[in-house]
């Protein structure tokens, strides 16, 4: 079965800083897609950025970018000029390309901008 | 505009009294799925539905069931609800089975039992 890691609970940034957010997972599949949900307090959970695993190209939305790394196994968010509207809780996920549809959460890191 | 929403927003229920959560959607998705998230944990798969075709999860409970009558709405029928289940339930969509379709989450219903 696999498995996601995010071994931050929490995190800070100052507004306008970069803040990196960790993530690694465990697979025996070699076909697969990682993705970074963002879900603010009390507020649904929306896609921020998602990854091919077949892709060597590292994933970018604005400001928002991924460092995939395949062989390590990791996956983790760049946000870059943090605002305060990034304030959330920020879930790493997993979903295999074949047979079951689910994805696979981390523990999630909650992200705190501080002013 | 809301795309997958959920009814209702907070629900109270009492130890052992059957309880229905509602999920709507508006993208004409195939696949419409119910996540399990406790307070300060990752969400967690009790099932979904691709059409009418519906998967459990091998570790759900008996207790939890769904139900989809038609493409655009999914319920979650719990039938006797104990206090370990409360928690943020979560309905989500997509497209179809291809990996590669995000999938599109409702604001949940926070379950509290008494």
């Known amino acids: 079965a696999q498995t996601v890691t995010q071994s931050q609970p929490e995190m800070s940034v100052q507004e306008a800083e970069t803040v990196t957010l960790s993530c690694t997972y465990d697979t025996s599949e070699s076909d697969y897609y990682l993705f970074w949900y963002k879900q603010p307090p009390s507020r649904q959970m929306i896609l921020v950025i998602r990854q091919e695993a077949y892709k060597q190209q590292n994933a970018t939305e604005n400001r928002f970018s991924v460092n995939f790394q395949k062989a390590a196994k990791s996956f983790s968010l760049k946000i870059s000029d943090s605002q305060l509207g990034d304030a959330a809780m920020y879930f790493c996920a997993y979903r295999s390309a074949w047979g079951a549809q689910k994805l696979v959460f981390g523990q999630g890191t909650r992200l705190t901008i501080n002013p | 505009d809301a795309m997958v929403i959920q009814n209702p927003r907070y629900q109270v229920t009492q130890f052992g009294k059957p309880v229905t959560l509602s999920c709507s959607q508006t993208?004409?998705?195939?696949?419409m799925y119910w996540y399990q998230q406790k307070s300060s944990q990752a969400p967690k798969l009790l099932f979904h539905y691709y059409d009418k075709d519906f998967n459990n999860e091998a570790d759900t409970p008996d207790n939890f069931q769904s139900r989809r009558p038609n493409t655009s709405f999914c319920f979650l029928d719990i039938r006797s609800p104990g206090l370990g289940d409360a928690a943020m339930y979560l309905c989500?969509?997509?497209?179809?089975?291809?990996?590669?379709?995000?999938?599109?989450f409702g604001d949940g219903t926070r379950l509290s039992i008494l």
């Open positions: 993208l004409n998705h195939n696949v």
């Open positions: 989500a969509t997509s497209l179809d089975t291809n990996s590669n379709q995000p999938q599109h």
